[in-house]
């Protein structure tokens, strides 16, 4: 079982900053990807950015250049810095945790943090 934690949503204006945080209850070497998702209103949830077998990192196109993915291993921890916030921006941030056992994967979520942009 993995038990993630988020920090770090709020309200900001268009072109400020944020940085979430979620923080793992295992070591994330344990964990086969490990990433941010959203979800806007009367949307689908979408990958924003990603870690995949330790070292491959994937960006939803919409946020290449704007938001970093990275982790803190000692911490157990992965962040997202997101810089030149975009109205559009807006929605509800999930961490994710993948875990597989052979071929069955198990997906983990955190509860969500809520990114705010205004215009």
């Known amino acids: 079982q993995v038990q993630l934690v988020e920090s770090g949503g709020g309200l900001v204006q268009t072109g400020g900053s944020l940085r979430l945080s979620c923080a793992a209850s295992?070591?994330?070497?344990?964990?086969?990807?490990m990433g941010w998702y959203r979800q806007a209103p009367g949307k689908q949830r979408e990958l924003v950015a990603g870690?995949?077998?330790?070292?491959?990192?994937k960006y939803a196109d919409s946020v290449k250049g704007r938001f970093t993915i990275s982790s803190d291993n000692a911490k157990n921890t992965v962040y997202l810095q997101m810089n030149s916030l975009k109205p559009e921006d807006t929605a509800v941030y999930y961490c994710?945790?993948?875990?597989?056992?052979?071929?069955?994967?198990?997906?983990?979520w955190g509860q969500g943090t809520q990114v705010t942009v205004s215009s």
């Open positions: 994710n945790a993948d875990r597989y056992t052979g071929t069955i994967k198990v997906a983990y």
């Open positions: 870690i995949f077998s330790g070292s491959v990192i």
């Open positions: 295992v070591s994330i070497f344990s964990i086969n990807a």
